[in-house]
């Protein structure tokens, strides 16, 4: 059949999938060129990877992503900068001021960002700021830096590469819900402000037969905002075994995620967290759960697959 790719392209949307730099060989790199038209590094991007040590960087498997990228003509999704979590133990255990704490992500954002200038289509400045109930998550910005720790950290972004598209991204803001509704109160106050946001990232890990019923009018209210929209990290996990039925409800889930994107004009695309299920947080995390992914370990299509492709147009 035609590829995700082409199909997604075909309706001005972009299908994309996170990758590990380490597989990106055989099979699994031929899927993820031959399929995918954007690729998001999974964890090589992040800043417990590209600086272990103070002032010593590993760029190595975030440079292989961006050149197999560019080799394979797709999109790269910067993943991410400011985050709570995989950050250096230098960093989480320093005993630092507010002002070097600042300094410090000034510095982070600005080299990485510069290093990638030009070549990626958009980055995932602020990775899950917010807790369930829309108040701040309490981290090491949060607390030391408050809330505008945000806007900052987007104007540095903005500042070393003026032509990336900067996401706030986060989970369980895919349906509208009171975390949602506050990243849509963020998102309109830094658009008041001026402050360069460019779009909103739905990560989008879902559970068998939990796709929200207001995803796509939540899509459509950030759109009216005046940003774009992105899923940007869907799986859709089961309770395993698989079986026919779960793998069934599992291409409908799929495809009404995709058919969501689809519908709205500002929603840029869809990237799916893993497209194999040998590559998958789900089993790592969540006990007895797996099976998230459009692709068995053996990388076959399941249904999933279809589902993906029907929503994009596939006859
Ligand atoms: O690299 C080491 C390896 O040297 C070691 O042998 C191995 C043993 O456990 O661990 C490896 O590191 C793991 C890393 O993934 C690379 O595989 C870490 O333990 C593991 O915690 C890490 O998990 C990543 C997770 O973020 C961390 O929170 C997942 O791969 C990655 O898919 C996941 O992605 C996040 C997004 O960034 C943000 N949204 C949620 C999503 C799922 O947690």
Redesign the pocket.
């Known amino acids: 059949g035609t590829p995700l790719r082409d199909l997604a392209a075909a309706r001005g949307k972009v299908i994309g999938t996170?990758v590990?730099g380490s597989r990106l060989t055989g099979a699994y790199a031929d899927i993820a060129g031959g399929q995918f038209g954007s690729l998001t590094p999974?964890?090589a991007m992040?800043w417990g990877s590209v600086e272990p040590s103070r002032g010593t960087y590993d760029w190595a498997e975030a440079d292989q992503i961006v050149a197999f990228a560019q080799a394979h003509d797709q999109q790269v999704r910067g993943?991410?900068l400011v985050w709570h979590?995989?950050n250096p133990t230098w960093l989480t255990n320093g005993n630092w001021t507010p002002a070097q704490l600042s300094g410090l992500l000034q510095d982070h954002i600005t080299t990485e960002v510069t290093r990638y200038k030009g070549r990626l289509a958009a980055w995932d400045v602020v990775?899950?700021p917010f807790n369930e109930d829309g108040t701040y998550r309490s981290t090491i910005w949060y607390d030391n830096l408050g809330p505008d720790y945000i806007a900052q950290a987007l104007t540095w972004a903005h500042a070393a590469d003026p032509s990336a598209r900067l996401y706030i991204n986060d989970?369980n803001v895919e349906g509208v819900n009171a975390k949602s509704t506050a990243l849509y109160n963020l998102v309109k106050s830094l658009k008041d402000r001026g402050v360069p946001i460019d779009g909103v990232g739905l990560?989008a890990?879902l559970i068998l037969g939990q796709v929200p019923s207001t995803l796509q009018q939540n899509i459509q209210r950030f759109a009216d905002l005046g940003v774009d929209v992105a899923v940007t990290?869907l799986d859709i996990r089961m309770q395993l075994p698989a079986t026919d039925a779960k793998l069934a409800q599992q291409r409908a889930d799929y495809r009404s995620v995709v058919s969501a994107c689809a519908a709205v004009t500002r929603c840029a695309g869809v990237t799916v967290?893993?497209f194999t299920d040998s590559d998958s947080?789900i089993p790592?995390?969540f006990d007895g759960y797996g099976a998230a992914t459009p692709y068995d370990e053996n990388y076959a299509p399941k249904p999933a697959y279809d589902g993906i492709a029907e929503a994009l147009g596939a006859s």
């Open positions: 996170a590990t999974g964890n992040k993943h991410t979590s995989q990775n899950e989970y990560q890990h990290e967290w893993g947080w790592d995390v």
